[in-house]
């Protein structure tokens, strides 16, 4: 038990140590339309029919590449995209997307890790994508870089 608790101890110190490192930058989100639902965020890539000017998300060292959000033949909306470690660190991310309706109240939020808890090397794109199933009142999605992670493996007993 006691060294269990040792273990923990340095997980916080390490996450305390290596916590988000860089800043987010502008927070003005960018609109964009998507058939049936808008996204939103400062982390859009190029979609079909854009000029590509868009900032990027830009967070602990990471960077939002591709992000859009569809609405399938069922009514089921699916955030999907694509995040890059453009830090000098091997880690791992947490996202946020939020689906609002056309009054901007929530309806749904999810949090994940892409890599599934695990970590991502620099200069590594990883795909992500999160359903939020069937979602009527679905029109605008907003995708957020929560915090940066080092995933420490399994301690050997």
Known sequence: MKGYCVRLLLVGLASLALGCSAASEKSRPERLGVPDVTVVTTAVAPMAGSSGGHPQLVRCGF??????AIRDEYGRVHAIGEIENVGTATRGVELQVALRDTGGRLVSVGHFCPAAGNNIIPGEIWPFTHSF????????????????FRSMGDFDP
Not at 133 to 143: I, N
């Open 133 to 148: 199933g069937k979602q009527d009142q679905g029109a605008l999605a907003e995708l957020r870089i929560v915090d940066a």
């Open 63 to 68: 960077a939002i590449r591709d992000f859009r």
